[in-house]
């Protein structure tokens, strides 16, 4: 399974703007996938995950409300809306995914998945 992300860029803040990940080599169907973000210095921290089969979905608290994660299958894509930018936002944005299924709820840790991408970079700025 390959990752790539894609969507990231320069917004400002209140802005919105929209994140893919595409997955090549074997079908997100049976993965759950996950955003994560990083700050230079900083762990890794989730930030939204998805189920592959009922669609359960996890946030993190600062992003509740203002980010929407979603699947696209047609596209074997995974995107993250992102909505009401807010400068604590800035940060490389990384999808990550694990195989399984899970019914009402989604492992979103990064120590649970363990395919990445190379990650994009959001940056917040008036």
């Known amino acids: 399974l390959q990752l790539v992300e894609s969507g990231g860029g320069l917004v400002q803040p209140g802005g919105s703007l929209r994140l893919s990940c595409v997955a090549s080599?074997?079908?997100?169907?049976?993965?759950?996938v996950g955003w994560f973000r990083q700050a230079p210095g900083k762990e890794r921290e989730e930030v939204s995950c998805?189920?592959?089969?009922?669609?359960?979905?996890s946030y993190a608290d600062s992003v509740k409300g203002r980010f929407t994660i979603s699947r696209d299958k047609a596209k074997n894509t995974v995107h993250l809306q992102i909505d009401n930018v807010k400068p604590e936002d800035e940060d490389v944005y990384s999808c990550?995914?694990?195989?399984?299924?899970?019914?009402?709820?989604?492992?979103?840790?990064?120590?649970?998945?363990?395919?990445w991408g190379q990650g994009t970079q959001v940056t917040v700025s008036s």
């Open positions: 080599g074997a079908s997100l169907d049976y993965y759950a």
């Open positions: 990550g995914a694990r195989k399984g299924l899970f019914m009402r709820w989604v492992p979103c840790t990064p120590s649970e998945y363990d395919s």
């Open positions: 998805i189920s592959p089969n009922d669609g359960s979905t």
